[in-house]
C-alpha cells in the first residue's frame, strides 16, 4: 500500500464517528422547553375563559343594538335578562354599558378590565373594550 492510500484511508475511518460529537437535544434544552410550554399552557388556560365572556357580551350587545329597544332603560333591561341566562357575563353590568343613538341607529359600548392571577404577585391585566355594530 502505498503511503497516500494509507493516509486516505485513515481519514475515511476518522470520518465515521470518532471525530464527530453527538447531535440531538439536552437535558438542559428539554427542560426549558418543558418549562416554557407548561407555562403557556397555564397562561392560556387563564385567559381563554376571558375571551370567551368578551365575545359572549359582544353578541348579546349585537344582538339588543339590533332588536332597537325604544329607551335606555329597555336597553338595561334586555342585557339583565341577558345576563340571567348566559351565566359567564360576571365582569360587567347593565349599569355599566354606555348607550347613545348615532344617525337614529342604537349604539352600545362597554369597556372593563379582567386581573388573571398568575401566581404570588404577579397578574395579568387585560383591557377589553368593544361597541355594538
Avoid: C
Avoid at 26 to 41: D, E, I, Q, Y
Avoid at 64 to 73: R, Y
Amino acid at each position: 500500500m502505498r503511503q497516500t492510500e494509507f493516509v486516505s484511508s485513515q481519514r475515511k475511518v476518522q470520518g465515521r464517528g470518532l471525530g464527530r460529537g453527538q447531535s440531538g437535544v439536552s437535558l438542559l434544552g428539554l427542560l426549558f422547553w418543558g418549562v416554557l410550554l407548561a407555562f403557556t399552557g397555564v397562561v392560556a388556560a387563564r385567559v381563554f375563559p376571558t375571551v370567551l365572556e368578551f365575545y359572549t357580551i359582544q353578541t348579546a350587545v349585537n344582538r339588543i343594538a339590533a332588536s332597537n329597544p325604544p329607551t335606555v332603560p329597555a336597553v338595561r333591561a334586555d342585557f339583565d335578562k341577558t345576563q340571567q341566562i348566559e351565566y359567564s357575563i360576571v365582569s360587567i353590568s347593565s349599569k355599566d354599558l354606555v348607550i347613545s343613538k348615532d344617525n337614529e341607529k342604537l349604539k352600545i359600548a362597554f369597556a372593563y378590565e379582567k386581573q388573571i392571577e398568575l401566581g404570588g404577585p404577579v397578574y395579568l391585566l387585560i383591557k377589553y373594550e368593544g361597541h355594538s355594530r
